[in-house]
Each structure stands twice: as structure tokens, then as C-alpha cells.
């Protein structure tokens, strides 16, 4: 089934098997301004020919369907270069929705919005919120908002001599206030912020990385279970030690920690170089994990911390990477041709507290040099 849009609307096809959802989808976009669902699919099959035939801008992508499932959609849309939609999936929350989930997002799709299963039951409501934020993002990213007219040079120049341009020469940062002087010595633990883009981009920061001589901790904005499915899933593409972090978990080098999803998490010093995390459900965050709450906790419990801000909509990570930054220490963000979304790491860039623009492989080399890891 296909419909018309208005003039200047991105344009939405809906995919799912349930006529429900479907329904209930059409219903939560064409609610929305300057969105306008141009069709619908019941099956991946209809899904790829609708695709080709409509060519929408964003499509919302169930997994689990007849004749032709989510991922399959994925595959078969992959190989056309600069005409495939933006693709949000719709998945249910279920272990095995985690992962497949997962597995989309290595496939291409951007973000994903969480439904209902026979274990999780979640309302309209809540649906319709989660898919209007990700609808956001994906305008962002059709737009350029998140982008800069003209590209700093220290973005665009090659990744061999990215570091030699530090982010203090992006046109549009502050200048930065000076900074005391950074502990000598290799950093004793690695933050990282990520939200959009970031289930993509963390195996390419963190091969170069592991085993990592200093513990991670990363700050993923996603929801419960899902954590746990992303710690899964970086542990068998890196063949490294990947975790969900638990309540006063001693952290280890060589392992990286996710914080679950829904929970803060702060770093605690327990003696000299050595740290646990401690985790909270409760605060007034928009994010949980909240990477300026993991980040501060840095800033006060390390000797020699430093931080990475990966792709993601809006500005979590700048003012906790403020705090470390007023410290001297280091604090590194991913170029914008690379993110999915650079609306975090530009925010650090704006403000002045951002040492070096990198691509993610460049990104963890300079994290595993900072480390003291050994070529």
C-alpha cells in the first residue's frame, strides 16, 4: 500500500508483519511534523520491492517476518550505494531480538526502537516517544544538521596526520583555557561516550586497543538487555575480555566494561590504581548510562584518565569531559565523516576541551599509545 505525501516531508515506509503495528506505526509518524508515511510492507520481500519502487527516505524495519526477514531486508538493500533509505528497526525485546538487532545495526541500520514481546510489554506511548527521538536523528543525518558546512581541516586530512591537527583549530571551538600539566605515565582507565553509530564504531576503536594495559569502561546509550547482547557481541569480534558491568565490579585491565543499559555508572577508587563501578538507576539523566556522569567519576577518582566521544545525537560527554579536561588530561573525539551522528563529539569540540579529531582505528591507536600498550 502506498500513499502520497505532503510537499518538503521526509517520507516513512512501515515495515512489520503485525497489521497492529503497522497501524499503530502510520499513526505515530503521520502524527509528526515533517514526516509522512509514503507506504507500508507486511513481509521483507514487499519491504525490498517497496523500497526500490518508493524510495523513502527512512524506513522502520521489523525483524522477525515472513518470506523475508529484517536482516535479509538489510542484505538486499546494502548494495545500493547512496539510494538506501536510513533504516530504524523496530525489534522486540527479547534476548534474541537483542542480537539480531545488533546484527542490523552492523548491516547498516542507523538506530533502533524497542517493542513488545510475549516477556515485555510496553505502551504506544512509550513506543511513539523512542521512535519520534530516533525520527529526529535520522533527519540529522538526511540534513547535515549534525555537520558542519565546511569540514575543519583536521577532520579532512589524512588519518595519518589527523593528530597533528588538534580540535582546537575547528573554526567553530572556543579556545581552550589553559590546562595544568597531565600526570606523568601511561592513563590508568579509558572512558568512552557513544551513543547513534556507537555499536558500529566500537570495534573499530577497540581492536586497535585490546587487551588494553588500563580497564574500559564505555558509556553506550541503549537500553536494558541490549548491553548485555553489545557485550556479547564486541567479545566475539575482538576475541577480548567484554563485559556488562555489575554493581561494585572491580574493573580489570584488559577487559572492557559496558554499563547496562538504564543505569549510571561511577567510577570508584578503591586504592591507587585501582578502581570498581558503582551503579544507580535513580538522577535526572536523559541518557542511562550518562557518559557525563562517567566521565566526572573519572575526573575524580583516576590519576591519569582519558576519554573518547563517539557519534551520537546531542551533547552527552561535554561537560564530564570538561572536568578532565581541567585536570590536563586528554580528551579525543571521532571526525565527522565517520559518525553516524556527530552531534556529541562536536559539542566537545565546541567547547574547546577536545585534544585531537580522529577516525575510529586512528582513534584507538592513539588510546592504546596513551595507555603505554605495547606496538
Known sequence: MTFSPPAHALTVLIVDDSAFMRASLKHIVGATPGYAVIGEAGDGRAAVEA??????DIVTLDIDMPVLDGIGVLKAIRPAAGVAPLVVMVSAFTTQGADLTLTALGLGAIDFVPKASEHFKT???QVGDLLRSKLA???AVLTGRDRLPHPPASCTAPARSAAAHPAAAHPAATPPAPRPAPARGPADIVVIASSTG?????PEVLRPLCPCPAPVVVAQHIPAMFSRSL??????ALGVAVVEAEDGMALAAGTVHILPGGCNGEIQRLRPGVFAIRLSEGGN???RPNADILFRSAALSARRPVAAILSGMGSDGTEGARALAQRGCTVLAQTPESAVIWGMPRAAIDAGIVAEVLDPADLGRRLAM???KAP
Not at 51 to 56: A, D, Q
Not at 198 to 202: A, D, F, K, M, N
Open 51 to 56: 523500497i526500490r519502487r518508493l524510495r523513502p
Open 123 to 125: 505502551d504506544l506511548a
Open 137 to 139: 536523528t535520522a533527519a
Open 198 to 202: 556507537g555499536p558500529q564504531t566500537l
Open 231 to 236: 557485550a556479547a557481541s564486541l567479545a566475539a
Open 285 to 287: 539523566a536523559v541518557h
Open 370 to 372: 596513551l595507555t603505554g
